[in-house]
């Protein structure tokens, strides 16, 4: 069975889940799994329609010491993974004390992606991750398409958080025991003002990756080989009643790169709206990997790669985990209409 079918089957069974995640507790253990599905169409042309789903599952099992401490363990899986052959996108154990903070330790994203504030969209084309909407477009370009900091997921990863309270959270990662790098540092902090009519929130991250070798960070990207990578990432987000106006940011370094570069820069901006059960959202990104020159055996190398992306998304809530979506708009010199159904439980 290939994996358009098993995506399409998953998705279809999760529509008539009309539940939240499902729990069963049993004396101080706790068992819950998750599960979202989305299938759907991208029409770039008018002769041309591409199938594209999006799943992920993850079961979570927790033990309570008492009202503030626990310990758990978290398994995860979707549709990038499989794809990639990893088979695995989370596998990491925690601790948690309320008061204090939380450790992870596994296989994971670092705290500068957790705690990282992405862009405004009601659509499910992954527009803060690893984008669909830019693969299926194949733009044939280097681009960076995610806001947000990230040393990837495939490495073990030790996170160290404070606790999350109304006004904010930091914390630090230090990752490695990888093929893509020797080790890599990362610092994050999100502060937020979640009183008031304005209510506010502001991300910021480090991070500094030793050595990468054949580093792949999104699957329609070259892999990177450098001395080192370096990244900032911003990200502010303010709502006022049902509008959410939003802007991130993030620039990549990369020191004396070897293969085609892919560093620079990308900045976004969303603005969404919620009425009922219907949402829209329109957001911009600008990627440009121009900023830099890198040398090679003496010789000055530049490049010349940007693009600008403009998306229009609509939901509508059939229920609780049942939505239904449209998007559309411009990505470089290609426009793109995707309409599609997303359910879970």
């Not at 998953?10 to 939240?20: K, R, V």
């Not at 008018?46 to 199938?51: A, E, M, N, T, V």
Request: glycine share 6%; charged share 20%; hydrophobic share 40%.
């Amino acid at each position: 069975m290939n994996s358009k079918r098993l995506c399409f089957i998953i998705a279809t069974l999760l529509m008539s889940s009309q539940a939240s995640a499902l729990d069963y507790k049993a004396d101080n253990w706790t068992f819950r799994l998750n599960a979202d599905g989305m299938v759907g169409f991208l029409q770039e042309k008018i002769d041309k329609s591409d199938f594209i789903n999006d799943w992920d599952i993850k079961a979570q099992i927790f033990y309570k010491f008492n009202d503030t401490q626990r310990f758990g363990a978290v398994y995860s899986i979707d549709a990038d993974a499989v794809e990639d052959k990893d088979y695995v996108h989370d596998a990491f154990i925690l601790f948690e004390d309320r008061t204090i903070g939380r450790a992870e330790f596994g296989l994971t994203h670092s705290v500068a992606r957790k705690m990282g504030l992405g862009l405004p969209d009601v659509g499910y084309l992954r527009i803060n991750d690893d984008s669909i909407l830019h693969k299926e477009l194949d733009l044939k370009r280097v681009l960076i398409s995610d806001t947000t900091a990230t040393t990837g997921h495939k490495a073990l990863h030790l996170n160290l958080a404070t606790r999350a309270t109304e006004y904010g959270q930091y914390g630090i990662s230090v990752s490695g025991l990888t093929d893509d790098y020797n080790y890599a540092i990362d610092m994050a902090v999100k502060l937020k003002q979640p009183y008031g009519k304005l209510k506010a929130a502001y991300s910021f991250a480090l991070s500094y990756m030793n050595k990468p070798e054949n580093y792949e960070e999104q699957s329609f990207n070259p892999t990177i080989t450098a001395d080192w990578r370096g990244q900032v990432a911003l990200g502010i987000n303010l709502q006022y009643n049902s509008w959410i106006w939003g802007t991130s940011a993030r620039m990549i370094y990369d020191h004396k790169p070897i293969n085609i570069p892919s560093d620079g820069f990308v900045v976004g901006s969303g603005l969404s709206y919620d009425l009922l059960q219907y949402s829209i959202s329109l957001t911009y990104l600008y990627s440009d990997t121009t900023v830099w020159k890198h040398s090679d055996n003496n010789t000055t190398r530049e490049y010349n790669d940007y693009i600008h992306t403009i998306l229009a998304s609509f939901r509508y809530k059939y229920s609780e985990n049942t939505h239904l979506f449209m998007s559309g708009g411009i990505a470089s010199d290609k426009p793109f209409f995707a309409v599609g159904l997303k359910a879970g439980f």
